[in-house]
């Protein structure tokens, strides 16, 4: 646990922001797909904490990229520098690591392109190769960050792609295919990746599940276990799960 200050909040346009927090122990441990539970300092409403992927870190400062949806997103969008929020965390189960010259497809719609700026940091460490394949319901809904390349398919063809993005990799799947697809987005993306590409390449999904404590003391964000009885909690045991080991059939965001 981490009392956080905010150094300053960022308009992406529409509903989307970056807020920079300075939390040092969380830049230092972070990996990438681990999360961060946000509390605001004296507010009872919302009570409960708010998840957020780690989107980025720069020295001693972590970056919450974020969708204002509700209540705690829209006050997430109003912090200002000096600020202070208490930041739970880094949480969770992040992608699996990716040797040297391996190539992984990193597959994200909506606010799941959260993932990305770490993930890509890391890779380019180890000397993986990537590609991203980002989709929306039209352009501009699609989310882009400095410096980071993506190809982008939209369900009604204004940008990129004319198509879902699972549309897009099944096409790509014809000339070439990853050694690793990572995904994180709704969880109908996700069911959908899951059920075309999870027995052709190893392919992890990022779950999204709402959460109360963050850490496997609610039993709030179960996921059924694949071919067997009994849940994963979302927080604890992911939010990044191997395709073959979960089920959709309960859990998870029903966007
Ligand atoms: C591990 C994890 C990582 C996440 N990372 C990010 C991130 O990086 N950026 C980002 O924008 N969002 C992320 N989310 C989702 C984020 O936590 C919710 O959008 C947020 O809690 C909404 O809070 P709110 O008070 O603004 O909305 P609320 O008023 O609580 O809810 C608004 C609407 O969103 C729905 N909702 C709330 N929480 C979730 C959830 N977890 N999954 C699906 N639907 C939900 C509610 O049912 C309601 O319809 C993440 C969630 C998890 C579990
Ligand atoms: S959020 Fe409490 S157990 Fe997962």
């Not at 993932?115 to 699609?142: C, M, Q, W, Y």
């Not at 799947?173 to 996700?190: E, S």
């Not at 999870?198 to 959460?211: F, H, I």
Request: with cysteine.
């Amino acid at each position: 646990m981490e009392l956080s200050q905010v150094l300053g909040t960022r308009s992406l346009g529409g509903n989307l922001f970056i807020t920079r927090f300075r939390s040092p122990n969380i830049a230092f441990a972070v990996l990438p797909g681990q999360f961060v539970m946000v509390s605001f300092e004296g507010v009872l409403d919302p009570l409960l904490p708010r998840a957020f992927s780690v989107c980025d870190v720069s020295g001693e400062d972590v970056f919450l990229f974020y969708a204002a949806i509700g209540k705690g997103t829209r006050m997430m969008s109003e912090l200002r520098a000096g600020d202070m929020v208490t930041m739970n965390g880094p949480l969770g189960r992040g992608f699996p690591d990716v040797s040297a010259g391996k190539m992984v497809w990193i597959v994200v719609g909506g606010s799941g392109m959260a993932v990305v700026p770490l993930l890509a940091r890391r890779l380019n460490r180890r000397d993986a190769k990537f590609e991203i394949f980002s989709g929306a319901r039209t352009e501009s809904h699609l989310v882009h960050f400095d410096g980071i390349s993506t190809r982008d398919a939209t369900d009604d063809g204004s940008k990129g792609y004319h198509g879902t993005v699972v549309d897009l990799i099944k096409e790509s799947f014809q000339k070439d295919k990853p050694d690793k697809l990572f995904a994180c987005g709704p969880t109908r993306m996700l069911e959908a990746v899951q059920s075309e590409f999870g027995g052709t390449v190893p392919t992890y999904l990022s779950v999204e599940a709402p959460m109360a404590c963050g850490m496997g003391f609610c039993q709030g964000c179960p996921i059924r276990i694949a071919g067997g009885e009994g849940y994963y909690l979302a927080c604890k045991d992911g939010p990044v799960f191997r395709s073959d080991e979960i089920d959709f059939g309960m859990g998870g965001d029903s966007e």
